[in-house]
């Protein structure tokens, strides 16, 4: 390598939305722009920020509302924090234990695969526990600021379930997940691969729901950086997006989907088995121990569909989330300040005008299986529609 | 220092715990709680009620504590992170060390600055036996091997016990290496004659 080259460290948690970031170094993608970048697996999301925050990281794998919040000053210290890539649409699934899925298959009123029946049957649930003087459901999440925790909570209040009154949220860190719902510490849970297959495979959960068949569009994942960073280095930080959009790329040809899904297993990436990332990046995942199968093209979106360019409706979606269960306050500079962390324009700097988005993508950028279309204009507007909220 | 001050460590190993609460005591700590235990973290740092929570930061329950943070019916006084924006150079501290650390609020800056520093010193105290470990742990390694290829090489060339070891020596010096990587390569070599 030529002494030229640039030097960067950049933090990720082992998922499998880490994908483009970890086939950009390992496929050569970084080195062809001149990128030297040192990989830092971390295990928790709060090092990952606070690691990005204090620059011991020039860039990370970041859980998208832990950009937004870090950028309002939510919950920690104030930095704003720029994503110029997004790593990942959808990705997470809902993963309930055998026992809460007999449950909400026999209190269903219809197929449990449409999200308003199945979140109908987990509120008859939780009022026949409640009935008979039970102790509330549990469900983990991995971070108080995390898709997974929306996820969860916009599923069950759609069905009626107050998700701070009626049942008990959680966080757990992913690696923890299984273990949690094998010892029945918790009764479910919402997070992203490899945890929900390893729980299936090991029989002790279903997968009750893909997060694509409750939100078809939702953002999981960003490359984020410190605003003051993007300023400070705009060649870097084009060289670096361009690498991640070839790697996306590459990650998205079928033809490439052997050689990826072995280089995700290598114990120092992901270091979950070559089967279970395959089944993921395909989108066809085993739902139940006896090997039933459910297969969905919008499973996890990496390269494809417009998914790595930061989408501001996204941000403005994450924004009202906080402001819907009580996290952050309702302001036009809020959302103002929300929005502009997904940066559209850093992306078509460093790979070309955006080409238009599929018509399979909804047409208010989120497509929620319940509810009216998505305003990110109009947060107040939008969230006046929800009866449970804080 | 004050005594009335709680202090919980979170940490899984269970010789840097140790290390720190010996620390804190010495200091004038006197209620000092260790929690090597990850299951229902939150309902046992409930139950003790802490003014201070140190964790180590390669725990991934550090995200479970973050959850303190939020305005919640379980929690009886608000906890936050300790990090004083205009100290940045005592986050980089802690951070480099492995150490963060939750206070709840109201509680003297200054008093957690003491208890924060003395993290550091006592996790940094901690890498270094622990550098110091692996050293010597290699080194016994290193003479081991070492021992093995001399054995090898005085039945091979009929060499004196010292005479094989200057071979070593010697070869590990023209070629830039280390004693112990001649002394592997010349076992694996024996291996591949045998």
Redesign the interface.
């Known amino acids: 390598m030529s002494t030229s080259n640039t030097r960067l460290r950049i933090g990720f948690i082992p998922l499998a939305d880490a994908t483009a970031l970890l086939i950009a170094v390992d496929k050569g993608f970084a080195a062809a722009e001149g990128l030297d970048i040192d990989l830092v697996r971390e295990v928790s999301w709060s090092n990952v920020r606070d690691k990005l925050n204090i620059g011991l990281f020039d860039a990370a794998h970041l859980i998208a509302p832990v950009a937004i919040a870090s950028s309002l000053g939510l919950g920690h210290v104030k930095v704003p924090i720029v994503a110029p890539f997004g790593l990942g649409v959808n990705g997470n699934a809902i993963t309930v234990s055998p026992g809460l899925y007999a449950a909400i298959v026999a209190a269903a009123d219809g197929n449990i695969i449409d999200p308003m029946v199945s979140a109908r049957a987990l509120a008859r649930v939780v009022a026949n526990r409640k009935a008979k003087g039970e102790e509330p459901l549990t469900f983990g999440m991995t971070f108080p600021f995390s898709t997974h925790n929306y996820h969860l909570r916009f599923w069950m209040a759609a069905g009626g379930v107050d998700p701070d009154e009626d049942v008990r949220l959680v966080v757990l860190p992913p690696p923890y997940m299984v273990e949690s719902l094998a010892n029945r510490h918790v009764d479910g849970f919402c997070v992203g691969a490899p945890w929900n297959s390893v729980a299936v495979d090991l029989g002790i959960g279903f997968i009750l729901h893909f997060v694509s068949e409750i939100l078809s569009r939702a953002v999981e994942k960003v490359l984020g950086v410190r605003g003051r960073w993007a300023e400070e280095n705009p060649d870097v930080l084009v060289r670096l997006v361009r690498a991640h959009h070839r790697a996306a790329e590459f990650v998205e040809d079928p033809a490439n989907l052997d050689e990826v899904a072995a280089l995700l297993a290598a114990p120092n990436r992901i270091g979950a088995t070559a089967e279970v990332i395959r089944r993921t990046l395909v989108g066809r995942m085993k739902v139940a121990p006896d090997g039933t199968t459910r297969v969905s093209e919008r499973y996890l979106l990496i390269g494809r569909n417009g998914a790595a360019r930061p989408d501001p409706a996204q941000a403005a979606w994450l924004y009202a989330q906080m402001v819907r269960w009580g996290q952050a306050p309702l302001s036009d500079e809020f959302l103002a300040t929300a929005k502009a962390v997904f940066r559209p324009d850093l992306y078509d700097a460093a790979v070309g005008p955006a080409a238009p988005l599929p018509s399979s993508e909804p047409a208010d950028g989120i497509g929620a299986f319940t509810g009216p279309a998505f305003d990110p204009n109009d947060i107040g507007a939008h969230l006046a529609v929800w009866k449970i909220r804080r | 220092m004050d005594p009335g001050i709680k202090i919980v460590i979170v940490d899984e190993s269970p010789v840097r715990a140790a290390i720190l609460e010996d620390g804190l005591r010495e200091a004038g700590f006197t209620q000092v709680v260790r929690i090597s235990e ?3 973290l ?1 309902a046992r740092i409930y139950a003790i009620d802490p003014d201070v929570i140190l964790i180590d ?11 303190m ?3 919640s ?1 379980i929690v009886k006084r608000p906890i936050a ?1 300790f ?1 004083d ?1 205009s100290d ?1 150079a005592s ?2 501290a802690s ?1 480099d060390a492995g150490v ?1 650390a939750y206070i709840v609020d109201g509680l003297k800056k200054e008093r957690m600055k003491n208890i924060l520093d003395l993290c550091i010193s006592r996790f940094n105290a901690f890498s270094r036996l622990q550098g110091e470990l692996d050293r010597t742990k290699t080194a016994l390694e290193d003479r081991k091997i070492i021992d093995r290829a001399k054995g090898i090489l005085m039945k091979a060339k009929n060499l004196s016990e010292e005479d094989a070891y200057a071979l070593m020596r010697n070869t590990a010096m023209k070629e830039n290496k280390k004693i112990a990587e001649v002394a592997q390569s010349v076992i694996t070599a024996a291996e591949m004659f045998k």
Request: without cysteine; aromatic residues 4%.
């Open positions: 990850m299951a229902h939150l930061l390669a725990n991934p329950s550090r995200d479970v504590l973050e959850q943070f939020q305005v019916r992170m990090v924006q940045t986050i980089q951070v963060s």
